[in-house]
């Protein structure tokens, strides 16, 4: 649990559109905190109307994560504008067969859409000495009921 900020649960909550997800958090997530294989669903009408990802790291105070009193550890902020602009990151892609998350142990599954791996700084007072990066990926597919984010 000690890890760049300390002993720590660290998560990720992310905000498109008014909705929030998050991933769960990792008891002991040491210097590296790892949510491979974890995915964070928004249904999104238009990205034109709301185009801003925004992606933070807490410290979960009770294990937990979503209380009151846990830690602000950093956000990304790409261009200063508060968040990821999902609409400029993908704007330009053409549309390929794109990889998703298996929902089960060798499940393979596919759709036609567009994705963006994504490595941004974080930002903050708790973001430490400043190396400290979040890593995801999005994955935009038209048609679907939501938009999977996989950190």
Do not use: H
């Amino acid at each position: 649990r000690k890890g760049v900020w300390g002993v720590v649960d660290p998560y990720v909550l992310f905000e498109l559109g008014g909705q929030r997800a998050s991933t769960t958090a990792l008891y002991d997530g040491g210097e590296d905190p790892d949510w491979v294989g974890e995915e964070v669903l928004f249904d999104v009408a238009s990205f034109a109307e709301a185009p801003t990802l925004r992606a933070s790291v807490w410290g979960a105070s009770d294990g937990l994560g979503g209380a009151a009193d846990d830690q602000p550890l950093g956000r990304i902020d790409e261009g200063w504008r508060g968040g990821l602009d999902v609409l400029e990151l993908l704007e330009g892609m053409a549309p390929e067969a794109v990889e998703l998350p298996a929902a089960a142990p060798g499940e393979r599954r596919t759709a036609n859409g567009r994705a963006q791996a994504c490595r941004l700084p974080l930002r903050g007072d708790g973001a430490g000495d400043g190396t400290a990066q979040l890593e995801f990926e999005v994955i935009f597919c038209e048609g679907w009921t939501a938009d999977p984010l996989t950190p």
